[in-house]
């Protein structure tokens, strides 16, 4: 409910004191901040309509009042480049848990506070299952620790045999840490968020208009929609993207299309593999493949 006094003054808003307000901030080149103002005003006038204080929302008015803010571009290689990618990988002389790194991440193409915040217990390598946690345990001293999946929900990634393969290398190096991908110096402390970009820009690729580590992410799903094997859905769920329609996100289960996801996720490997030697595309390796 509103105060007395604050019902005085809402009842006298009208759009052009709203839209001074936030042309003031977005005028200091601070456009995102005045986006999320303008989202708070719009929930507060919200409000006092459902609560009679007002008749209509002056917040409702606001468009071109704050200057958008430009998307961010996550560069990516086009798949046939794979075979250069593959080739400097292989060759990269750095720390070798960071080779590993930027290897197991282009299998399982996660995101960077899902990837570097990993621990031990959410994977079952026997059953060929990583359990991206909604959220994790928090690490005293470690910024961000309790990041997990970035969608809010346990998000599940099938192993292939490749990435098996990976994490029983890793945990031969990083098994007794907290973290999976343990920095340099420290067991206790995760490797910086700009470790795979770094590995990245060492092998000779250029991360702001090449490619970055999220670019994984749009060459494996550019791969998986050319190959035509798998329904949209399917992609999208392993992809972990946000579904936009809030009546079936809320009966989306982790486990939606597992099987489908489970084949795709060997076959994207199996593909990485089958480029070492020379570019194939998608759709033609999908001809022949048998899931073995």
């Not at 059953?127 to 970035?150: L, Q, Y």
Request: aromatic residues 8%; hydrophobic residues 40%.
């Amino acid at each position: 409910m509103f105060s007395p006094r604050l019902v005085r003054w809402i009842s006298q808003v009208e759009t052009r004191h709203l839209a001074q307000l936030v042309k003031a901030i977005d005028d200091k080149g601070v456009h995102d901040v005045a986006g999320r103002v303008r989202q708070h005003l719009t929930k507060i006038m919200r409000h006092a309509v459902q609560q009679g204080v007002i008749k209509y929302n002056p917040a409702y008015d606001l468009d071109g009042v704050v200057t958008p803010v430009a998307t961010q571009h996550h560069p990516a290689l086009p798949l046939k480049r794979l075979p250069e990618l593959l080739e400097k990988m292989d060759n990269y002389k750095g720390r070798m848990l960071t080779r590993l790194a930027l290897e197991l991440n282009l299998h399982v193409f996660l995101r960077s506070s899902e990837l570097r915040f990993a621990r031990w217990d959410e994977f079952n390598l026997k059953a060929h299952i990583w359990s991206v946690p909604a959220k994790r345990e928090s690490v005293n001293g470690v910024r961000f620790s309790a990041h997990g999946a970035k969608m809010k929900d346990e998000h599940l990634v099938p192993l292939s045999r490749q990435a098996v393969a990976l994490l029983k290398q890793i945990q031969a190096i990083s098994g007794e840490s907290v973290f999976v991908f343990p920095g340099a110096h420290t067991l206790n402390k995760p490797m910086s968020e700009n470790t795979i970009n770094k590995a990245l820009r060492v092998i000779g690729y250029d991360t702001q208009t090449e490619i970055c580590g999220h670019g994984f992410r749009t060459m494996a799903c550019s791969a998986l929609n050319e190959s035509g094997r798998w329904s949209k859905d399917a992609i999208e769920r392993q992809m972990s993207h946000k579904e936009r329609n809030g009546v079936r996100a809320a009966y989306v289960h982790k486990a939606e299309h597992l099987e489908a996801r489970i084949e795709m996720m060997q076959w994207w490997s199996d593909y990485l593999d089958v480029n070492r030697e020379g570019y194939v595309a998608p759709y033609i390796y999908a001809r022949s493949y048998t899931a073995g």
